[in-house]
């Protein structure tokens, strides 16, 4: 089931958040809730993947690395710059709505949540991929 594969392999479908969150803690379980009931793929393509050609995703990641140096070794950072303008535009600084997989309810996903979401996302295809 798309969006579960966290959540699914490492518990039961009926085991309950308040066993996770005894488990965990609070806020992790949040996240690892969240985690399972928005729909990642739809998140990552419509706000992310497709907003970039390959051409341009190199030339920021080039951009954003001379831009890093240049705030450690001269205390420069412009908040002006092309890339880091077209980062801040992808998913709106209030966050977006998505559609909760087995409810169709709306759940608000803020910016940073989406980047969490990316880089676990990531984490767990590596984790299917390679077995790690």
């Known amino acids: 089931m798309p969006g579960l594969s966290l959540f699914s392999t490492i518990f039961d479908l009926l085991t309950g958040r308040e066993f996770v969150r005894r488990h965990v803690g609070h806020q992790p379980e949040a996240l690892i809730h969240l985690f399972c009931v928005v729909p990642q793929q739809p998140l990552i393509h419509d706000y992310l993947l497709f907003q970039y050609s390959d051409q ?77």
């Not at 997989?101 to 984490?123: C, D, L, N």
């Open 56 to 132: 341009k995703l190199v030339q920021h990641l080039a951009d954003s690395e001379i831009s890093l140096r240049n705030a450690k070794e001269k205390g420069v950072l412009d908040g002006e710059e092309g890339w880091r303008k077209k980062l801040q535009g992808l998913v709106p600084a209030e966050g977006v709505e998505v559609k909760h997989i087995r409810t169709g309810e709306r759940v608000h996903v803020s910016r940073r949540i989406v980047v969490v979401f990316v880089m676990m996302t990531m984490a767990d295809f590596y984790d299917q991929l390679f077995d790690f």
